[in-house]
């Protein structure tokens, strides 16, 4: 009878957890980890969830921030579509917080390649832990 009494409050703890767990990142293009031949046009974001994109920054392997038009979302949504520079060949650094349906901030980043004289690789499926 114990160890029922134990496995039900294990099924409780993991439930609620699931309840609460945050957003993430289900994919993006160019994925995390993929090293591209050509730069790409757009960065796209897709989340489990609606979600306010309130901020995003891609920096070079120098650390140097790339001129992104962008604003803050002000409305919810699972998916974004982001212009991007003409990138020179360097790795890059994406980094995004959103904000939740259930009000927290959720933070994630990624990095992708460009890199003209590597075979190309598409990355991972682009799902990388936000915090």
């Known amino acids: 009878m114990k160890s029922l009494k134990i496995l039900s409050w294990s099924v409780l ?11 993430h990142l289900e994919a993006a293009a160019p994925a995390d980890g993929a090293v591209l031949n050509t730069a790409p046009a757009t960065l796209d ?13 891609v920096t070079d392997a120098a650390g140097a921030p790339q ?25 890059y650094t994406v980094n995004w917080t ?6 927290h901030r959720v933070e994630g980043e990624f990095a992708f390649a460009l890199d003209p004289a590597a075979e190309e690789s598409a990355g991972e499926h682009a799902e990388h832990h936000g915090h």
């Open 45 to 57: 974001l897709t989340f489990g969830e609606d979600v306010q994109l309130l901020k995003l920054t």
């Open 13 to 23: 703890l993991l439930a609620s957890g699931l309840l609460r767990a945050h957003t």
């Open 98 to 103: 959103v904000l939740g349906a259930d009000g």
């Open 67 to 91: 001129d992104l038009d962008f604003t803050p979302a002000a409305k919810a949504a699972k998916a974004f579509s982001i212009a991007l520079p003409a990138l020179a060949p360097s790795a």
